[in-house]
């Protein structure tokens, strides 16, 4: 039987639905609107009154990109952008304030978040505070001994898909800890084919928790050339073999559409559309939230140096970003599966219908 000790629960009051997050495995729950006598209507909230989820990016600099070292197609410019990285009482700033509040946040930024200086306080910290910190590394940094810390610490940890030596030796070890451990793997239509490959193989892995594919986007260093497009006849055949391995995959938001658009099998109460400003929001290095870390223009930034990550959640900057879900698409059939896709970059939209 589940221990109760380990459910968090939120009811929003403000929105009127209930979420539920199991600490021990990561699964989230989430009733419909509801009604007065507190029934579920089987209506799906449109947003929260506080985001479930907070990508910290703690990140300022990547020590990797700045040495050249690195050849991915970053979407934080981590070749180029040489910041600092976000000061510890920043960060305890935002977790004070999202206590009671967050689920969950991810860590991140330009760079392998276990690089940072204070990486052993800020997850301490985090969970003292009944968060579940999580990150994405390419393993570069990673040693038995970090590895071991992180152990203590963190909900899941991600390597990301590189085929590097250093990310093989980090899966490894996070394995051999027994961390809830993913592989990363950004889906663009160079790497279509090694995702084919790996789920044709996944029974190797048996240790792995899921392998999750990121949608390829054009921002930052990232190129419009190498974007997976709708018409890619390869999309069908990778859909299938997630359908068949369905306990070993997940897949960002981004790729919601084209699930929408090619697979039977996948459930809608298994994925949400794009939760950008909805139940999700970003926070940068030197405290600057946005609904998503790819929206890249500053148009959508709200300075939480100078207000609450609660005012900037409900600010006129955001109404305005996720107005746009309500705009795009809305004649469609599916519309509220994937909600027009994505709002920063309709491009990577893999949908044949988008209008």
Known sequence: MLNKNKIIKIHDRKYNFVSYFNIENGDYLRTG??????????????????????????????????????????????????????????????????????????????????????????????????????????????????????????????????????????????????????????????TINKAIDFLNNIKNYPALNRIIFLLYKPIGQGRDENILRVTDTRLKTLISLMEENIDKVGFDSCFVPAVVNFSDEISPLCYDACEAGRFSAYISPDLKMSPCSFERTGNFDVDINKTSIEDAWNSNVFQDFISKFKTSCVNCSKHEYCMGGCPITSKITLCNERG
């Open 33 to 190: 609107i509801l009604d007065k006598n507190g029934h579920d209507t089987n209506n799906e909230p449109f947003r929260a009154s506080y985001p479930h989820l907070l990508d910290i990016g703690i990140m300022g600099h990547c020590q990797r990109g700045l040495s050249g070292n690195c050849t991915i197609d970053c979407y934080q410019s981590g070749k180029y952008i040489n910041q600092p990285n976000m000061a510890l009482d920043d960060y305890k700033k935002i977790i004070k304030e999202s206590k009671n509040k967050v689920f969950q946040v991810a860590l991140g930024g330009r760079g392998d978040p276990d690089a940072h200086e204070n990486i052993e306080e800020i997850l301490s910290f985090t969970r003292e505070n009944n968060i579940i910190p999580n990150l994405t590394t390419s393993g570069y940094f990673i040693t038995k001994e970090k590895a071991k810390m992180l152990k203590k610490y963190c909900g899941a940890c991600a390597v990301s898909f590189y085929e590097d030596e250093f990310s093989n030796r980090a899966l490894n070890l996070f394995l051999e800890e027994g961390i809830t451990t993913n592989i990363h793997f950004v889906l663009s239509n160079k």
